[in-house]
C-alpha cells in the first residue's frame, strides 16, 4: 500500500521526548515563556538534545522562541489545535541522517510483505495520533477520547 510520506508516523525516542517537552511546556508556559533549562530538569532530557528538537517544532511552526532575559519558549498556537501526530512528525524532521529511499520503511524489518505491514501500521497510528491533541495529553483526557474511540472502533 503505497501512501503519502506524511502520513506515516514513527514512534522514536525522539518522538517521545518531543512530546514529552510540549506537554511540559503545555502545562508551565501558561502565561510566560518556558526556558529550555527548566524542561530539561523537569523531564531529565539534555540541553542540546532539547535545542535540537525545538529548533525543528519552530520550523514547523508548533513552537515560538523569545531571546532575552525571561525568554524561552511558547506554543505557537493553543494546545487543542496541536496534534501529537505534528509534534511526532517534526521530531523526526530534526534527525541529522535521513532516509533517501521512497520507502520508510528499513529493509531489516523483513521481506516486502511484512514492511507493508509495518507501513500499515505506521498509517493507522497517524490517523490515530491526528485526533488527540496536546491539551488531551496535557489533561490526561485520553480514556475518554471520543474521535480516537470511534477509530479504534472503525478498525474492529
Known amino acids: 500500500m503505497k501512501t503519502k510520506k506524511n502520513s506515516r508516523v514513527k514512534l522514536t525516542a525522539r518522538g517521545r521526548h518531543a ?3 510540549m506537554v511540559e511546556l503545555s502545562i508551565q508556559g501558561k502565561n510566560t515563556p518556558v526556558p529550555l ?5 523537569s523531564g531529565n532530557i539534555s540541553l542540546s538534545y532539547l535545542e535540537q528538537l525545538f529548533a525543528a ?12 532575559p525571561g525568554g524561552g519558549y511558547v506554543l505557537a498556537r493553543p494546545a487543542v489545535e496541536i496534534m501529537v501526530s505534528d509534534i511526532l512528525v517534526a521530531a523526526e524532521d530534526c534527525l541529522p541522517a535521513k532516509r533517501t529511499s521512497n520507502d520508510d520503511v528499513p529493509e531489516e524489518f523483513g ?9 500499515h501500521i ?16 496535557a489533561n490526561d483526557n485520553l480514556d475518554n477520547h471520543q474521535a480516537s ?5 472503525s478498525l474492529r
Not at 57 to 68: A, D, E, N, P, Q
Not at 111 to 119: A, D, E, I
Request: charged share 20%; aromatic share 6%.
Open 111 to 119: 521481506n516486502n510483505q511484512t514492511r507493508s505491514l509495518w507501513s
Open 149 to 153: 474511540n470511534k477509530l479504534f472502533e
Open 19 to 21: 512530546v514529552m517537552a
Open 57 to 68: 517544532l519552530r520550523r514547523h511552526g508548533l513552537v515560538k522562541s523569545y531571546r532575552g
Open 122 to 137: 505506521s498509517e493507522i497510528l497517524h490517523a490515530a495520533l491526528q485526533t488527540v491533541t496536546l491539551e488531551d495529553v
Open 37 to 41: 533549562s527548566r524542561i530539561s530538569a
